[in-house]
């Protein structure tokens, strides 16, 4: 795994999924990049998984996080996100 940031000169920079540039690279042209998980889910993946688990009667913003894999705070700003984008989704 690659840092993201303060890289020290000379250091290797975080490309994608933590890897660095040329272990992505080699990465990709192996057809293995899906071995390395997406360090971030867009907005419709994780708003889908929301609405799931709140038709399963889970309510509280804390269990919904943890259920989501995300700190309660990621999950305010995503949703005041969506609201602000108008994804009716997002509750209010």
Request: net charge positive; with cysteine; aromatic share 4%.
């Amino acid at each position: 795994m690659a840092m993201t940031r303060n890289v020290a000169r000379g250091g290797r920079a975080h490309k994608s999924r933590g890897l660095c540039a040329g272990c992505y690279v080699v990465v990709l042209r192996h057809g293995e990049l899906e071995l390395y998980p997406r360090l971030r889910r867009n907005r419709d993946e994780v708003l889908h998984e929301f609405q799931h688990l709140r038709e399963q009667g889970i309510r509280s913003h804390r269990d919904l996080a943890s259920a989501l894999r995300m700190t309660e705070g990621a999950l305010y700003n995503m949703l005041r996100r969506a609201r602000l984008a108008g994804d009716p989704r997002a509750p209010d």
